[in-house]
Each structure stands twice: as C-alpha cells, then as structure tokens.
C-alpha cells in the first residue's frame, strides 16, 4: 500500500514567520504534487515536481523532490494570513491517480 | 465558468436512502477521477474512466457505489443504502488526454454528504 505522511500535521504560525512541511513516503511516485483546499472546496495545485532532486519556487512557496522521487518539502518563506489552509501533497502513481498525504492545517495570525 | 462543476453542493439523507451526484468535467479532458474526503484526511481514490471506459475501482468502492459515464462527458457516483459512515465529500477531477503532456487533475468543488 502505498502512504505518505506529512508533518507537521498543524501548525499555528504569526505573520512573518517561515515554515516547512515535509512529505514522506517509503514509495516512489513518478511526480509529485502539492495542493492547497480552503473549507468546503476542491484542493487546487500548486505545483507539480517530476524530477528526483529538483526545486520549484512560486513566490514565497518553495519546494523540493527528493532524489530518490519518494518524499518532498513545501517552505514558506514570511508567512501571511493568505496562506492560511490544508496543505496536501500528492504522489502519481502509473495509472494517473492520485495518492494523497495525510494534509497539514496551516493558521497564519495576522 | 469553464471548470469542473458538480452538483448537488451539499446533500443531506436518512440512513438507507439512495444518493446519486453528478459530475461535469473540462469540456476536453478524457480522463476523469472520483475521490473521497473525510473531515481532517487527505482525499481517498475512488475510481477513474478514460472516456466512457472505468479503468480502475478503489477497493474502498463496495458494492453500494456504482461509477458511470455513459458517453465519456460527465459521470454520476450512486451510493445505494446509505450509511453514516458514507458521509463525506466526494470530490471529482478531470485532466486532460496523457498525450497532451500533462497529467495535471483540476478538482471541483466537491459534494458534501451528511447521512444521518
């Protein structure tokens, strides 16, 4: 069966702080994504990392593939209130699907 | 609006009752996915169609949920007797055919069940 863990699992955070959210699997994905969903909607991608080792930077986000393609990390650089909601990574298995983490709720205090 | 949309939004049922949500993906997006959230989980993997075809069912999909997409546009997902443990939302994805390149899934909005 295929897993991935997030830690942490919550985080309380003031505006202006860093943080990092780690992902971790003991299986290999052939990509990873990261989705941010606000209460009562969809979660909606943030970004898709393919290659093992490679680093992606959306404004403040940034994140990173593990070389060996099973764990990444999400780092927030000066947080904001904006950034406020469950975080959830997601491994692609062979057949498209999704395998998602177990989701890390982000509160950030103005 | 040209996203994924699904209906109803919220649905309430007794115990027992049959359900059926519908799902309208990307006007031009083959592939679409069927997942289940739990309040303060990740979304769960239901079922996946390319087309019309359904090429992969979750063994969490027992017997009471049927999947379909009778000409490869939208899909409903029946659940049949309802339980309270059912209640959940049920989130749909499309992406587009693989050969474009990307297997980017774009969700919807979710329908969120409550069984009571």
């Known amino acids: 069966t295929q897993l991935l863990e997030q830690s942490p699992q919550f985080l309380s955070i003031q505006e202006g702080e860093n943080l990092t959210v780690y992902c971790n699997s003991s299986?290999?994905?052939?990509?990873l994504q990261w989705y941010r969903q606000e209460p009562g909607e969809g979660p909606v991608l943030l970004v898709t990392?393919?290659?093992?080792?490679e680093v992606k930077k959306l404004k403040r986000l940034t994140f990173q593939f593990g070389d060996a393609r099973k764990d990444s990390s999400l780092h927030i650089t000066a947080a904001q209130p904006g950034d406020t909601g469950l975080y959830l990574c997601?491994?692609?298995?062979?057949?498209?699907?999704?395998?998602f983490g177990t989701g890390t709720r982000l509160q950030v205090f103005p | 609006d040209t996203g994924v949309s699904q209906n109803p939004r919220h649905k309430i049922t007794k115990r027992g009752q049959n359900v059926t949500f519908r799902c309208d993906p990307i006007?031009?997006?083959?592939?679409l996915y069927w997942y289940r959230q739990t309040l303060g989980q990740g979304p769960e993997f239901l079922t996946y169609?390319?087309?019309?075809?359904?090429?992969?069912k979750s063994r969490l999909l027992s017997d009471r949920f049927s999947a379909e997409r009778p000409k490869g546009s939208f899909s409903t997902l029946e659940i049949q007797r309802t339980e309270q443990g059912d209640s959940a939302m049920y989130l749909c994805?499309?992406?587009?055919?693989?050969?474009?390149?990307?297997?980017?899934?774009?969700f919807g909005p979710g329908t969120r069940l409550t069984v009571l």
């Open positions: 994805a499309s992406s587009p055919p693989w050969d474009r390149g990307s297997n980017e899934q774009f």
């Open positions: 299986s290999v994905f052939s990509s």
């Open positions: 990392v393919v290659t093992g080792g």
């Open positions: 997601a491994g692609e298995t062979l057949r498209f699907k999704l395998i």
């Open positions: 006007s031009e997006h083959n592939r």
């Open positions: 169609f390319q087309n019309e075809a359904q090429l992969e």
